[in-house]
T-cell receptor, first 111, second 113 residues
Framework: KQEVTQIPAALSVPEGENLVLNCSFT??????LQWFRQDPGKGLTSLLL?????REQTSGRLNASLDKSSGRSTLYIAASQPGDSATYLC??????????FGQGTELSVKP | GAVVSQHPSWVICKSGTSVKIECRSL??????MFWYRQFPKQSLMLMAT?????????EQGVEKDKFLINHASLTLSTLTVTSAHPEDSSFYIC?????????FGPGTRLLVL
């Protein structure tokens, strides 16, 4: 059974810090991996999608890496801002589109 | 990007009633749609995969007779929670697949009294 684990479960940092969120998955036969952001009571916002053949993707202050062989991905957020406060979800997908989500990391960036 | 809508955005109902949630892909056709459920402070759990014109595939532990899924067209899938009970109160999110990308709806919050 595919499992996705995110560490830490919660993180609080002062504004301006660089931070890393971790995601691990048990089955390396993934199709792709996505990082999402979810604000309280809201739906999902896709941040970055990494295909299984790729090693990383970048968008603005966000950089996501993928090491498929070791079953790990990291989301790096540079120069964090209070507006980055949200829950960050990692999800892996398989052929057919089925997504398995991690439990999320709840991030709080203090001004 | 592609847009997926859900209706209603929130619903409150009495225990024992049935509730229908619609998921629409607004500017693309989706042969496959997915339904997820999210309890407070928990992650999204896949409930079922909905394929246009065929029966949905349910994940282990999800009662197919309680959560009826219909995918009658390439732009619409519906989830009906039959005889809802307070433990069914949750945030239900759908997604629609366009080629290799999934687009998520904004979610429907269900509260069963």
């Amino acid at each position: 059974k595919q499992e996705v684990t995110q560490i830490p479960a919660a993180l609080s940092v002062p504004e301006g810090e660089n931070l890393v969120l971790n995601c691990s998955f048990t089955d390396s036969a993934i199709y792709n991996l996505q990082w999402f952001r979810q604000d309280p009571g809201k739906g999902l916002t896709s941040l970055l999608l990494i295909q299984s053949s790729q090693r990383e993707q970048t968008s603005g202050r966000l950089n996501a890496s993928l090491d498929k062989s070791s079953g790990r991905s990291t989301l790096y957020i540079a120069a964090s801002q209070p507006g980055d406060s949200a829950t960050y979800l990692c999800a892996v997908s398989f052929q057919g589109g089925k997504l398995i989500f991690g439990q999320g990391t709840e991030l709080s960036v203090k001004p | 990007g592609a847009v997926v809508s859900q209706h209603p955005s929130w619903v409150i109902c009495k225990s024992g009633t049935s509730v229908k949630i619609e998921c629409r892909s607004l500017d693309f056709q989706a042969t496959t749609m997915f339904w997820y459920r999210q309890f407070p402070k928990q992650s999204l759990m896949l409930m079922a995969t909905s394929n246009e014109g065929s029966k949905a595939t349910y994940e282990q532990g999800v009662e197919k007779d309680k959560f009826l899924i219909n995918h009658a067209s390439l732009t619409l899938s519906t989830l009906t929670v039959t005889s809802a009970h307070p433990e069914d109160s949750s945030f239900y999110i759908c997604s629609a697949r366009d080629a290799e990308t999934q687009y998520f709806g904004p979610g429907t919050r269900l509260l069963v009294l």
